[in-house]
């Protein structure tokens, strides 16, 4: 994953709907309205920092902060605890793809409407520098 600084919720979406099952949902947390069947994968973007869990990141890169929330859509909270903890194994293994994507300890919750959550706070690692494609030598 490559990324820019003023593109980079719009480049972690299209990562995680590449590398998630098809079947979720993948949706910015700002849209997040209302129960849909199925996994819901929604992301909330946070601060920018220049440092991840208490490690420097390299001069020319930041470290943009979001929040992930997997929500099962079970409201009964034993079968949607269930659905939502074998569903973080697959967000797990999507994210172990890629090295600009650490992560925290996830924590586990339920919305009011009574859906089982885990937020997993993630950092993705862009530049604020121009991406430039490379020059094409010429013949």
Request: with cysteine; proline share 7%; hydrophobic share 40%.
């Amino acid at each position: 994953m490559s990324s820019e600084l003023v593109n980079v919720a719009a480049d972690l979406e299209a990562y995680l709907v590449d590398t998630c099952p098809p079947e979720w949902r993948v949706i910015n947390g700002e849209k997040y309205g209302s129960r849909v069947n199925g996994i819901v994968l929604a992301y909330d973007q946070l601060d920018i920092t220049t440092s991840v869990l208490g490690t420097d990141v390299t001069p020319g890169f930041v470290a943009v902060g979001f929040d992930l929330y997997l929500i099962a859509p079970e409201t009964d909270a034993v079968k949607g605890l269930l659905r939502v903890t074998s569903a973080m194994a697959d967000l797990y293994r999507a994210l172990d793809q890629t090295d600009q994507i650490p992560y925290a300890d996830a924590q586990r919750g339920r919305l009011e409407t009574g859906e089982s959550t885990y937020r997993l706070p993630v950092a993705v690692i862009t530049t604020y520098l121009p991406i430039t494609p490379l020059e094409t030598p010429a013949p």
